[in-house]
């Protein structure tokens, strides 16, 4: 199991959630953060800290929302698992689903 970061996120990146993270797994695309399902420890101390609440638990992420679940998982499928998000620095890309979307916010 793991968390998942939802469309809320999606042009904010405030990184509350990067600074709680105490495995530093939580990566950085050019319009949304990424939680790496593999080195996530569940510890769930991104979830409150997010002002949009835009991360949940694998298994709470409501319905209008739930392909979140796999944009996570295949944004790494060719980054793999370096071992930590501050190795990588900002990614120049998002995944496709979340590339396509319009501008959010404001």
């Known amino acids: 199991m793991t968390y998942v970061i939802a469309q809320p996120c ?4 405030d990184r509350a959630c990067i600074d709680e993270c105490p495995v530093d797994c939580i990566y950085e695309g050019e319009r949304s953060l990424y939680i790496h399902p593999d080195e996530c420890v569940d510890c769930g101390a991104c979830e409150p800290v997010c002002p949009v609440e835009a991360i949940y638990y694998e298994d ?18 060719e ?12 990614l120049p890309y998002d995944h496709p689903l979340v590339a396509a979307l319009p501008p959010q916010g404001d």
């Open 79 to 90: 980054l793999g698992s370096p071992g930590g998000a501050a190795k990588t620095g900002v």
């Open 10 to 13: 999606v042009d904010v990146k």
């Open 60 to 77: 709470d992420v409501p319905d209008e929302w739930s392909d979140y679940y796999q944009v996570n998982v295949d944004f790494f499928a």
